[in-house]
């Protein structure tokens, strides 16, 4: 029993990789958002476990800061308030924007 589950989970995997469905936006682009935040990091070290702490939720796409105007900018298919929740713990938290992303302009020759 334990060897069919084992073969059926490979193969199960192998599908997925050969669709490309957890890494391509195009298939489900209605579930990806981008969520701005502002935090209170003052620091790279703080900088650095926020991004920590953000990096390990599930859904994440990318993650970039902006030290100047202290947000967070997050993509992918997330929850904002899970987000926020966890950021609260150790940072003073708000929510700027929660909306879809957007798709580069293909410019046309």
Not at 34 to 47: A, N, Q
Not at 57 to 73: A, N, P, V
Not at 88 to 100: D, F, L, Q
Request: glycine fraction near 2%.
């Amino acid at each position: 029993f334990i060897f069919l589950f084992c073969t059926f989970t490979r193969k199960k995997s192998q599908l997925f990789r050969s669709l490309n469905i957890f890494s391509s936006k195009n298939i489900f682009p209605s579930l990806f958002k981008k969520v701005i935040l502002k935090l209170d990091v003052y620091d790279e070290k703080s900088k650095q476990k926020a991004m920590k702490m953000v990096s390990s939720l599930f859904g994440i796409d990318s993650i970039s800061m902006d030290m100047k105007e202290k947000k967070l900018t997050l993509t992918g298919d997330i929850d904002a308030v899970t987000i926020v929740s966890k950021l609260r713990k150790a940072y003073n938290t708000e929510i700027i924007s929660v909306g879809p992303v957007k798709e580069p302009e293909k410019k046309k020759r």
